[in-house]
């Protein structure tokens, strides 16, 4: 049996009347991956923050190494030997790889007046070597995948001697190939003793890389059980306290509507190439490829948010002049982004506020007088019919969970009434019952005749929703699948044709 490194007690904490943890029982062995689960809104996030000294709890306890500890902020933490790699990586990305791993605690030389470059590139060298990581100290941030500023994040944790290691949905966004240099660096530093919390959404990942789990459910610890025994079916039955259909939907037949938007020779660079497709009405259409193929720029060049070289956007057989964002929602485009809070939200304004935004003029009166009793109304109609889990419509958006975000937005493009809507990464960091429920929802709004553009790396959701998958690489799209053709050794011999 390994050692206890870590054991949480009765851990409560309550934001502004809304309890986040309830009484909450967790522990953790030194050299144990320890996945944590729940839905969005289940206390995970917050129980880690509590760990990494971001919230102070209102009761409970935090045993470290058999010590009563309490933290009092992420200094302390740090120099208790906590780590913590956010999902939003918090990263400088002006600097280089070595500057944002040492970032005040550079080595310093002419009586500690000057950076010593030299020494830091090489201390940060050393750390990459033992973690046989092939990454420049020198290289700029900024420059790196996603997969790879990860793996800044995590040298940066353990350059602080972390003995502990918290993963918050580490491979959100990272292809199936980075994956397994991450596994490989949490199975080093498992057997190297590190204790690591791993949060993640994605069933087959954690099967692979985690020895317990641990399943949270409206604030309280539900269950903690070997990985190795126990189903993913029970899992998600903790998980939403309900049982939910998670097998495929029967093969799709095609839909023969008209075509709702029609693109024609695309371009844009090097990441738009020639690109011409159709979607109907009716229809989930799917775009799949690999990381760097080019289906958010699509997208986004669709929506007038980059500018584009070439091509033509029709609507409803219209040929529209699309230059920005307001022109493609004028022609009856929506976009859900895959970075929500960037793009897709006000994170400082209430939920009221964000789902009414697209829509604004339908609630002014005599120009620039805002309606809101009306404004309530129909956030309060969004709030119950799309069940967001939230207080009230004047709750800050920025509280609430990733799921119950998404769903803000989708309200908001709903209630704009756009017959065409992009979902780029629709469930990116969003547990499975919300994701059976924002699946629901798109069945829906294709079968009440609007087109829906799904953009997804995820193979098991584009196959359970499509009814074509179209897929890209290197910007083009290299081969069109009906739902009764598409599977991944297709849909992935496609994805890696390049011309």
């Not at 996030?45 to 010590?67: F, N, V």
């Not at 009793?373 to 967001?388: E, N, P, Q, S």
């Not at 309200?411 to 992009?422: E, H, M, N, S, T």
Request: with cysteine; charged share 25%; aromatic share 4%.
């Amino acid at each position: 049996m390994m050692e206890t490194l870590l054991r949480i007690t009765d851990l409560s904490k309550a934001f502004a009347g809304v309890q986040a943890l309830d009484d909450v029982n967790f522990d953790l062995r030194a050299g144990e991956v320890h996945a944590l689960m729940g839905e969005n809104g289940a206390g995970k996030s917050t129980l880690m923050k509590a760990l990494a000294g971001i919230h102070k709890p209102d009761a409970g306890e935090i045993w470290l190494a058999g010590r009563a500890v309490q933290i009092k902020g992420p200094r302390h933490a740090q120099d208790l030997g906590i780590g913590i790699v956010h999902q939003e990586l918090h990263l400088m990305n002006h600097l280089n790889a070595a500057q944002n791993i040492y970032i005040g605690r550079e080595p310093r030389r002419c009586a500690g007046m000057l950076l010593d470059e030299r020494a830091l590139e090489a201390q940060t060298g050393k750390l990459f070597e033992r973690l046989n990581l092939r990454l420049d100290p020198r290289a700029p941030v900024g420059q790196l995948t996603v997969a790879s500023q990860q793996l800044v994040e995590i040298s940066k944790a353990l350059s602080m001697r972390s003995k502990l290691l918290i993963l918050d949905e580490p491979t959100a966004a990272v292809n199936p190939e980075e994956v397994e240099d991450l596994f490989r660096i949490v199975r080093q530093l498992r057997s190297e003793g590190v204790a690591i919390v791993y949060i993640s959404h994605k069933m087959d990942e954690l099967r692979r890389i985690a020895d317990r789990v641990t399943v949270m459910r409206d604030g309280r610890t539900v269950a903690t059980r070997p990985m190795a025994e126990i189903s993913v079916d029970e899992i998600i039955t903790m998980m939403v306290g309900r049982a939910v259909d998670t097998s495929a939907r029967p093969r799709l037949p095609a839909v023969q509507g008209e075509a709702l938007l029609s693109v024609r020779n695309l371009q844009r660079g090097k990441a738009v190439r020639d690109v011409s497709f159709e979607a109907r009405r009716g229809e989930i259409l799917g775009f799949a490829g690999l990381m760097g193929a080019g289906r958010t720029e699509v997208a986004r060049a669709v929506f007038g948010a980059d500018p584009v070289d070439a091509g033509e956007i029709s609507v409803g057989g219209k040929l529209q002049r699309i230059r920005s964002p307001r022109d493609a929602v004028r022609a009856g485009i929506g976009y859900l982004s895959e970075d929500r809070k960037q793009f897709g939200l006000a994170t400082s304004m209430d939920v009221e506020s964000n789902v009414v935004m697209a829509a604004m003029p339908k609630f002014l009166r005599a120009g620039f007088f805002m309606n809101r009793v009306a404004m309530r109304g129909v956030a309060d109609a969004f709030i119950k019919r799309l069940a967001i889990r939230t207080p009230s419509a004047s709750q800050q958006v920025a509280l609430l969970s990733g799921g119950n975000q998404q769903k803000v937005v989708i309200a908001k493009w709903l209630l704009r009434d756009c017959d065409i809507l992009f979902f780029d990464e629709p469930t990116r960091g969003i547990d499975v019952g919300a994701k059976a429920e924002i699946y629901k929802l798109m069945e829906e709004l294709a079968a009440s005749g609007k087109a829906i553009v799904v953009i997804s790396s995820e193979l098991p959701e584009l196959l359970r929703l499509s009814h074509r998958v179209l897929v890209m690489c290197e910007g083009r799209i290299t081969g069109e699948l009906s739902a009764g053709l598409a599977d991944p050794e297709r849909i992935m011999q496609l994805a890696t044709q390049r011309h």
